[in-house]
Protein backbone atom coordinates (compact mmCIF):
# COMPACT_ATOMS: atom_id res chain seq x y z
CA UNK A 1 0.00 0.00 0.00
CA UNK A 2 1.35 3.21 -1.42
CA UNK A 3 -0.26 5.53 1.30
CA UNK A 4 -1.84 7.46 -1.97
CA UNK A 5 -5.86 6.44 -1.75
CA UNK A 6 -7.68 7.49 -5.28
CA UNK A 7 -11.22 7.10 -5.43
CA UNK A 8 -13.91 5.61 -6.99
CA UNK A 9 -11.62 2.53 -8.51
CA UNK A 10 -13.85 2.30 -11.59
CA UNK A 11 -16.11 4.68 -13.93
CA UNK A 12 -18.41 4.20 -16.71
CA UNK A 13 -20.09 7.44 -18.05
CA UNK A 14 -21.80 8.49 -21.58
CA UNK A 15 -20.04 10.60 -23.86
CA UNK A 16 -21.00 14.32 -23.29
CA UNK A 17 -21.09 14.11 -19.27
CA UNK A 18 -18.47 15.29 -16.63
CA UNK A 19 -16.54 13.40 -13.81
CA UNK A 20 -14.84 13.89 -10.71
CA UNK A 21 -11.85 11.82 -10.00
CA UNK A 22 -10.56 12.05 -6.00
CA UNK A 23 -7.14 11.83 -4.84
CA UNK A 24 -5.69 11.80 -1.10
CA UNK A 25 -1.88 11.98 -0.97
CA UNK A 26 0.48 10.46 1.36
CA UNK A 27 0.12 11.63 5.07
CA UNK A 28 2.87 14.91 4.77
CA UNK A 29 3.03 15.22 0.87
CA UNK A 30 2.80 18.39 -0.51
CA UNK A 31 3.00 17.60 -4.50
CA UNK A 32 0.48 15.92 -6.11
CA UNK A 33 0.79 14.96 -10.14
CA UNK A 34 -1.90 13.72 -11.88
CA UNK A 35 -0.66 11.05 -14.93
CA UNK A 36 -2.98 9.65 -17.47
CA UNK A 37 -2.17 5.90 -19.15
CA UNK A 38 -4.46 5.18 -21.86
CA UNK A 39 -4.39 1.18 -23.06
CA UNK A 40 -0.80 0.14 -24.08
CA UNK A 41 0.50 3.88 -23.48
CA UNK A 42 3.16 5.21 -21.18
CA UNK A 43 2.05 7.61 -18.06
CA UNK A 44 1.29 11.00 -19.87
CA UNK A 45 2.12 13.61 -17.38
CA UNK A 46 -1.07 16.10 -16.94
CA UNK A 47 -0.73 18.57 -14.01
CA UNK A 48 1.00 19.16 -10.78
CA UNK A 49 0.00 20.82 -8.00
CA UNK A 50 1.97 21.89 -4.81
CA UNK A 51 0.80 22.85 -1.61
CA UNK A 52 -2.53 24.19 -3.24
CA UNK A 53 -0.34 25.88 -6.46
CA UNK A 54 -0.44 24.84 -9.75
CA UNK A 55 3.52 23.99 -10.55
CA UNK A 56 3.60 22.45 -14.22
CA UNK A 57 1.37 21.53 -17.06
CA UNK A 58 1.23 18.55 -18.75
CA UNK A 59 -0.47 17.87 -22.38
CA UNK A 60 -3.60 18.35 -19.92
CA UNK A 61 -6.78 19.18 -22.30
CA UNK A 62 -8.58 22.45 -22.07
CA UNK A 63 -11.62 20.17 -20.98
CA UNK A 64 -9.70 19.16 -17.87
CA UNK A 65 -8.60 20.84 -15.06
CA UNK A 66 -7.62 20.11 -11.01
CA UNK A 67 -7.22 21.97 -7.51
CA UNK A 68 -5.47 20.67 -4.37
CA UNK A 69 -7.62 21.77 -1.59
CA UNK A 70 -6.32 23.11 1.62
CA UNK A 71 -6.04 19.40 3.12
CA UNK A 72 -4.38 18.74 0.33
CA UNK A 73 -6.51 16.15 -1.46
CA UNK A 74 -6.58 16.54 -4.94
CA UNK A 75 -9.27 16.74 -7.76
CA UNK A 76 -9.26 15.84 -11.42
CA UNK A 77 -12.54 17.41 -13.43
CA UNK A 78 -12.83 16.05 -16.92
CA UNK A 79 -15.70 17.28 -18.48
CA UNK A 80 -17.54 17.05 -22.10
CA UNK A 81 -16.16 13.17 -21.82
CA UNK A 82 -14.87 11.46 -24.98
CA UNK A 83 -14.59 7.99 -26.25
CA UNK A 84 -10.68 8.42 -26.21
CA UNK A 85 -10.69 9.71 -22.36
CA UNK A 86 -11.37 6.28 -21.85
CA UNK A 87 -8.25 5.41 -19.78
CA UNK A 88 -6.33 5.01 -16.66
CA UNK A 89 -5.57 8.10 -14.23
CA UNK A 90 -3.25 8.00 -11.32
CA UNK A 91 -1.96 10.30 -9.27
CA UNK A 92 1.18 10.54 -7.87
CA UNK A 93 2.12 12.21 -4.45
CA UNK A 94 5.94 13.48 -3.01
CA UNK A 95 6.84 15.45 -0.47
CA UNK A 96 9.23 17.95 -2.59
CA UNK A 97 9.58 20.19 0.59
CA UNK A 98 13.26 21.06 -0.07
CA UNK A 99 14.00 23.35 -3.14
CA UNK A 100 15.98 21.15 -5.48
CA UNK A 101 15.72 18.34 -4.16
CA UNK A 102 13.12 15.62 -6.21
CA UNK A 103 11.51 13.38 -3.37
CA UNK A 104 10.29 10.09 -4.18
CA UNK A 105 6.59 9.90 -5.61
CA UNK A 106 4.42 7.19 -4.90
CA UNK A 107 1.16 5.92 -7.19
CA UNK A 108 -2.10 5.33 -5.96
CA UNK A 109 -4.19 2.45 -7.49
CA UNK A 110 -5.55 4.46 -10.23
CA UNK A 111 -9.41 5.10 -11.48
CA UNK A 112 -10.45 3.11 -14.29
CA UNK A 113 -12.40 5.58 -16.53
CA UNK A 114 -14.76 4.10 -19.25
CA UNK A 115 -16.90 6.33 -21.76
CA UNK A 116 -19.28 4.56 -23.45
CA UNK B 1 11.27 20.36 -20.76
CA UNK B 2 12.62 16.78 -19.80
CA UNK B 3 12.82 14.24 -22.51
CA UNK B 4 13.10 10.28 -21.39
CA UNK B 5 13.84 7.58 -23.65
CA UNK B 6 13.65 3.83 -22.84
CA UNK B 7 14.87 0.76 -24.44
CA UNK B 8 13.74 -1.46 -25.52
CA UNK B 9 10.06 -1.53 -25.36
CA UNK B 10 9.49 -5.08 -25.20
CA UNK B 11 12.30 -8.33 -23.48
CA UNK B 12 11.70 -11.59 -23.04
CA UNK B 13 14.18 -13.47 -21.06
CA UNK B 14 14.73 -17.29 -19.80
CA UNK B 15 14.43 -17.59 -15.69
CA UNK B 16 17.23 -16.96 -13.75
CA UNK B 17 18.79 -14.73 -16.64
CA UNK B 18 19.29 -11.16 -16.56
CA UNK B 19 17.67 -7.97 -17.53
CA UNK B 20 18.65 -4.64 -18.54
CA UNK B 21 16.87 -1.47 -19.53
CA UNK B 22 18.50 1.51 -20.72
CA UNK B 23 16.94 5.48 -20.54
CA UNK B 24 18.83 8.63 -21.77
CA UNK B 25 17.46 11.95 -20.25
CA UNK B 26 17.64 15.56 -22.08
CA UNK B 27 17.83 17.95 -18.79
CA UNK B 28 21.59 18.07 -17.45
CA UNK B 29 20.58 18.76 -14.48
CA UNK B 30 18.07 16.04 -13.26
CA UNK B 31 19.36 14.75 -10.36
CA UNK B 32 16.77 12.29 -9.64
CA UNK B 33 15.96 8.83 -11.49
CA UNK B 34 14.19 6.59 -9.97
CA UNK B 35 12.54 3.01 -11.39
CA UNK B 36 8.96 1.93 -11.47
CA UNK B 37 7.39 -1.45 -11.81
CA UNK B 38 3.70 -1.87 -13.17
CA UNK B 39 2.18 -5.52 -12.38
CA UNK B 40 -1.24 -5.76 -14.67
CA UNK B 41 -4.18 -3.10 -12.76
CA UNK B 42 -2.12 -1.85 -10.44
CA UNK B 43 -0.45 1.49 -9.73
CA UNK B 44 2.79 1.68 -10.08
CA UNK B 45 5.25 0.82 -7.97
CA UNK B 46 8.97 2.81 -7.14
CA UNK B 47 11.32 -0.29 -6.75
CA UNK B 48 14.47 1.52 -6.43
CA UNK B 49 16.07 4.98 -7.17
CA UNK B 50 19.23 7.03 -8.18
CA UNK B 51 20.62 10.42 -6.93
CA UNK B 52 23.60 12.18 -9.43
CA UNK B 53 25.69 11.73 -6.36
CA UNK B 54 26.03 8.30 -6.99
CA UNK B 55 27.08 5.98 -9.73
CA UNK B 56 25.32 2.82 -8.79
CA UNK B 57 23.05 1.31 -6.15
CA UNK B 58 21.96 -2.26 -5.72
CA UNK B 59 18.60 -3.30 -3.58
CA UNK B 60 19.22 -7.25 -3.51
CA UNK B 61 18.43 -8.70 -7.58
CA UNK B 62 17.63 -5.03 -8.63
CA UNK B 63 20.61 -2.04 -9.04
CA UNK B 64 20.37 0.75 -11.18
CA UNK B 65 23.73 2.51 -12.25
CA UNK B 66 23.52 5.97 -13.57
CA UNK B 67 26.29 7.67 -16.37
CA UNK B 68 25.75 11.80 -15.60
CA UNK B 69 27.83 12.20 -18.65
CA UNK B 70 26.07 10.25 -20.96
CA UNK B 71 23.04 11.15 -19.50
CA UNK B 72 21.89 7.83 -19.13
CA UNK B 73 20.75 5.58 -16.74
CA UNK B 74 19.97 1.66 -16.64
CA UNK B 75 17.61 -1.09 -14.48
CA UNK B 76 19.68 -4.20 -14.13
CA UNK B 77 17.68 -7.58 -12.65
CA UNK B 78 19.65 -10.38 -11.59
CA UNK B 79 18.59 -13.82 -11.55
CA UNK B 80 15.17 -13.38 -12.95
CA UNK B 81 11.77 -15.01 -11.33
CA UNK B 82 8.84 -15.10 -12.76
CA UNK B 83 7.21 -12.64 -10.55
CA UNK B 84 9.50 -9.77 -12.28
CA UNK B 85 7.33 -9.67 -15.44
CA UNK B 86 5.70 -6.46 -15.07
CA UNK B 87 6.20 -3.52 -17.42
CA UNK B 88 8.68 -1.01 -15.85
CA UNK B 89 9.36 2.69 -16.41
CA UNK B 90 12.14 5.13 -15.51
CA UNK B 91 11.57 8.76 -14.75
CA UNK B 92 13.23 11.84 -14.31
CA UNK B 93 12.44 14.84 -13.11
CA UNK B 94 12.70 18.73 -14.52
CA UNK B 95 15.08 20.29 -12.31
CA UNK B 96 12.88 23.61 -11.92
CA UNK B 97 9.88 21.81 -11.21
CA UNK B 98 9.74 18.39 -10.19
CA UNK B 99 7.47 17.20 -13.11
CA UNK B 100 8.30 13.09 -13.49
CA UNK B 101 8.44 12.52 -16.79
CA UNK B 102 8.42 8.87 -17.60
CA UNK B 103 9.70 7.17 -20.39
CA UNK B 104 7.66 4.87 -22.60
CA UNK B 105 7.87 1.65 -20.49
CA UNK B 106 9.35 -1.68 -20.93
CA UNK B 107 7.50 -5.06 -20.82
CA UNK B 108 9.66 -7.64 -19.40
CA UNK B 109 8.30 -11.36 -19.79
CA UNK B 110 10.14 -13.66 -17.56
CA UNK B 111 9.67 -17.18 -19.24
CA UNK B 112 9.46 -20.55 -17.00
Known amino acids: DSGVTQTPKHLITATGQRVTLRCSPRSGDLSVYWYQQSLDQGLQFLIQYYNGEERAKGNILERFSAQQFPDLHSELNLSSLELGDSALYFC???????????????FGQGTRLTVV | GENVEQHPSTLSVQEGDSAVIKCTYSDSASNYFPWYKQELGKGPQLIIDIRSNVGEKKDQRIAVTLNKTAKHFSLHITETQPEDSAVYFCAAPRSNDYKLSFGAGTTVTVRA
Open chain 1, 92 to 106: ASSVNREVGVTNEAF
